[in-house]
T-cell receptor, first 115, second 113 residues
Framework: DSGVTQTPKHLITATGQRVTLRCSPR?????VYWYQQSLDQGLQFLIQ???????AKGNILERFSAQQFPDLHSELNLSSLELGDSALYFC??????????????FGPGTRLTVL | QQQVKQSPQSLIVQKGGISIINCAYE??????FPWYQQFPGKGPALLIA?????SEKKEGRFTISFNKSAKQFSLHIMDSQPGDSATYFC????????????FGSGTQLTVLP
């Protein structure tokens, strides 16, 4: 158990809908990362937050957005869903400052299925 | 360029054999190279990592070999066990203030009993 929790575990929805994925980082970790894992694209970095502020963006679609709250949990919002958005979405967290590298601990993921 | 290329896509070895997974990168700014292990239904977990100032790092049965001039690194699993059957991802960290990982495409390892 990495200490990172994600809810829900599974999510099935229809095209055009909007969903919210939730992540609670390990106690004390300030950084939260979101990744998308699909069969054809592998694990791709979406976005990073550090202590409530957006720090880096990867291959995140404009239909997707995220935020990190004062209690450090994070939510990933996916809107106008398309079939191709079906994937595993992982949250990871790490401790330390931005000037150091610390291991990223991954949550168990949320499997999103868009029908 | 941010790509990390990983091979093979899948690998089958006998119990007790050596498993070798290779990765190559393009961005010379990468300065940290971890390997992650992922079991079905679980998130990736850090297995072992190396920095480019050393050419090899060993932890138990797992060894990373790093060739800076060739921009390649590999994972060797000695005495492979059925419990090692998992998907393995190499990754590289981009320098700068953000510490996101760029992952390889993954290798599905099956160790036969």
């Amino acid at each position: 158990d990495s200490g990172v929790t994600q809810t829900p575990k599974h999510l099935i929805t229809a095209t055009g809908q909007r969903v919210t994925l939730r992540c609670s980082p390990r106690s004390g970790d300030l950084s939260v990362y979101w990744y998308q894992q699909s069969l054809d694209q592998g694990l791709q970095f979406l976005i990073q937050y550090y202590n409530g502020e957006e720090r880096a963006k990867g291959n995140i679609l404009e239909r997707f957005s995220a935020q990190q709250f004062p209690d450090l949990h994070s939510e990933l919002n996916l809107s106008s869903l398309e079939l191709g958005d079906s994937a595993l979405y992982f949250c990871a967290s790490s401790s330390g400052t931005l000037s150091s590298y610390n291991e990223q601990f991954f949550g168990p993921g949320t499997r999103l299925t868009v029908l | 360029q941010q790509q990390v290329k990983q091979s093979p896509q899948s690998l089958i070895v006998q119990k007790g054999g050596i498993s070798i997974i290779n990765c190559a990168y393009e961005n010379t700014a990468f300065d940290y190279f971890p390997w992650y292990q992922q079991f079905p239904g679980k998130g990736p977990a850090l297995l072992i990592a190396i920095r480019p100032d050393v050419s090899e790092k060993k932890e138990g049965r797992f060894t990373i070999s790093f060739n800076k001039s060739a921009k390649q690194f590999s994972l060797h699993i000695m005495d492979s066990q059925p419990g090692d059957s998992a998907t393995y991802f190499c990754a590289a960290k981009k320098t700068g203030s953000a510490r996101q990982l760029t992952f390889g495409s993954g290798t599905q390892l099956t160790v036969l009993p």
